[in-house]
């Protein structure tokens, strides 16, 4: 089915050739990729294969963090685990596949290009729900796994799983600064798209002020910008990643 957008229809043959793998039962895949604002009814929409998807992702990278670091305490795969199924990377994951041209959406959601995180982490989990059950855990793990692996070691040698507000407070307590303050500069949009206009104020200094979705988003976005120019966390100019130094806590 066709989607409704102003940059063109749904393509999900975008997500064979990302997955390498052509679908036995095609159906499984359309409804991966049909949202609910689309689909005749919510069950015949992805958010089945949306439920799925996660636990099956979510086991495999487990399964994976416990294998390959045998002497990560649970709470450290607690949490690494969580940052690398978080909404944000699978977002990332699914955009950088492509998965956004994919989706057949109805009216009112927008531009593909536009798209919000939930909604791409959604399709990303479907996907992967959809894939386990067209070709079994074998061909689902090697896929989760090419385009997380290098994930998985970021979460595990950075530590901070990019709780950049705590880095920032811990950092600057060890160097008897006060605790950063965060403070609103704009609101922009409606409420249901909302974005905060956010900096981060540390010891008298105003850092600069950084754009999300949330509050939360926004003082994450913004204890990083305090952190780049402090000089205890750099951004990868290829790959727009974020790396604390040796000197930052973590």
Do not use: W
């Amino acid at each position: 089915m066709d989607s409704i957008h102003p940059l063109g229809p749904a393509d999900p043959s975008v997500v064979e050739e990302a997955l390498g793998y052509t679908f036995k039962d095609r159906s499984l895949l359309d409804q991966a990729l049909i949202h609910a604002s689309l689909a005749p009814t919510r069950l015949e929409s992805s958010e089945r294969l949306e439920f799925f998807g996660d636990a099956i992702l979510g086991m495999i990278i487990c399964e994976r963090l416990f294998l390959a670091y045998p002497d990560a305490l649970e709470g450290d795969l607690t949490k690494a685990k969580s940052n690398i199924v978080s909404r944000k990377v699978c977002a990332d994951v699914a955009r950088d596949l492509g998965f956004d041209r994919a989706i057949s959406l109805g009216k009112g959601m927008g531009s593909r290009g536009q798209l919000p995180q939930s909604l791409l982490a959604a399709v990303f989990e479907s996907v992967v729900g959809a894939l386990y059950l067209d070709a079994g855990l074998d061909t689902t793990r090697k896929f989760v796994l090419a385009v997380m692996n290098a994930r998985i070691a970021r979460a595990h040698r950075q530590g901070h799983q990019e709780n950049f507000k705590s880095v920032l407070q811990q950092t600057m307590q060890r160097a008897g600064v006060s605790a950063p303050e965060y403070v609103i500069v704009d609101e922009e949009g409606p409420a249901h798209l909302k974005s905060f206009h956010i900096c981060a104020l540390v010891g008298g200094r105003q850092f600069p002020t950084r754009v999300g979705a949330s509050k939360k988003e926004a003082e994450q976005l913004a204890a990083l910008a305090a952190l780049v120019e402090l000089g205890f966390a750099m951004i990868d100019a290829k790959t727009g990643e974020a790396d604390l130094t040796d000197d930052a806590v973590r």
